[in-house]
């Protein structure tokens, strides 16, 4: 399903990093240099170009990627800052550190790149060739790091071009990462900063900075176990998966141009793609479910949807989302 593009590498002079900014604006990948690891980068706010870029990294999983800001006056845009967020903000930004805030109502960020949560991880990072594109763009830019699920984290460009050729628009070569090592995460959630990853800046100087020890996450909240985060979204209605009929009351998740039987008495429909694009319905898919919710249906039936491309990962989070649990 990974549509195969002709890989450009360039150089990070004012002329390709405005052709990064054009290729992002238009919806495509581009790698760059952080302080810390390549990014695989996408606009934020487009949702099939991260559906595009889940593809390209090959993973199995919708996880809530990072949204990269210059600066802490954009980040107030897409995140609730509190005091310990300002002041991590102000010591540590730009540089290798994220912080995991509440969603700024409105924030103009795809439900997908948060994996549908109420919460979204903003770091301002210090490379200058990553300062110079968020700032050429005008845009947030998600990144995870620029390497195929399950291999380890790029630190140079030919790193990158192994992992990706054919996969993303272009690269830009700003040589070595100076780090290394991703971004230290830092929940700002509640009454205490919590340690969601440990990374570029050592715990002993954040907990200096907030003056106190920097809690641990609360159960599985840490994002070690990618997709599997305590807090992540899921419907208050139940899900039947695999649907060959609507049944009385219940909403419909269609996939693809086919009607199912009681299709009509259903209570809401949304269709993730009526082409039967997994890009389109990987795009779709936290805002349709967040949709039907909102509906008020008990049940939500849903369409199978083929298991091959994103559709893997797609298969995954509406399992995880139709298992039984105890709410809250
Ligand atoms: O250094 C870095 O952070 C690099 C560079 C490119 O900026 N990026 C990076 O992204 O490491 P990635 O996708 O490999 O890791 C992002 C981590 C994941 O473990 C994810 O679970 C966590 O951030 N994360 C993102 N949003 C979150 C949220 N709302 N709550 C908790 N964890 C979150
Ligand atoms: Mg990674």
Redesign the pocket.
């Known amino acids: 399903m990974q549509t195969q593009t002709a890989t450009r590498a360039a150089l990070p002079d004012a002329t390709a990093v405005a052709d990064a900014a054009r290729t992002l604006r238009a919806g495509g990948l581009v790698a760059f240099p952080?302080?810390?690891?390549?990014?695989?980068?996408a606009d934020a706010a487009n949702g099939e170009a991260i559906a595009r870029l889940y593809a390209a990294k090959g993973r199995p999983r919708f996880?809530?990627?990072?949204?990269?800001v210059p600066d802490i006056a954009a980040a107030r845009r897409f995140g609730v800052f509190d005091p310990t967020a300002e002041r991590l903000a102000a010591a540590f930004w730009p540089g290798?550190l994220?912080l995991?805030v509440p969603?700024a109502k409105d924030a103009a960020i795809s439900e997908l790149a948060?994996?549908g949560?109420d919460?979204?991880?903003l770091?301002a990072?210090a490379h200058p060739v990553?300062q110079q594109l968020l700032r050429a763009f005008g845009g947030t830019i998600?990144?995870?790091?620029?390497n195929r699920s399950g291999h380890v984290?790029p630190t140079t460009a030919q790193h990158v071009a192994e992992d990706l050729s054919g996969a993303v628009d272009l690269i830009l070569d700003g040589g070595a990462t100076t780090?290394g090592?991703?971004?230290t995460?830092v929940?700002c959630l509640g009454d205490h900063a919590t340690l969601?990853?440990p990374?570029?800046v050592p715990r002993s100087e954040i907990e200096a900075v907030i003056g106190e020890a920097l809690h641990e996450p609360a159960t599985s909240?840490a994002?070690?176990a990618?997709?599997q985060?305590a807090?992540h979204y899921a419907p208050r209605a139940g899900l039947r998966l695999a649907a060959c009929e609507v049944r009385d009351g219940e909403a419909l998740l269609a996939f693809g141009p086919a009607t199912l039987p009681g299709a009509r008495n259903a209570c809401a429909v949304c269709n993730l793609s009526a082409s039967g694009d997994l890009v389109e319905a990987a795009a779709n898919l936290f805002a349709h479910l967040r949709a039907l919710d909102a509906a008020g249906a008990t049940t939500i039936a849903v369409m199978p949807v083929p298991n091959e491309g994103l559709g893997e990962a797609i298969n995954d989070r509406l399992r995880r989302a139709a298992a039984p649990r105890t709410l809250p």
Do not use: F, K, Q
Request: aromatic share 2%.
């Open positions: 952080t302080e810390t690891v390549y990014g695989l980068g996880n809530p990627l990072i949204v990269h290798p994220t995991v969603r948060t994996a949560l919460t979204v991880a770091r990072p990553a998600v990144a995870p790091s620029a984290s780090i090592m991703e971004s995460i929940g969601l990853r990374g570029g909240a994002p070690t990618p997709g985060l807090s």
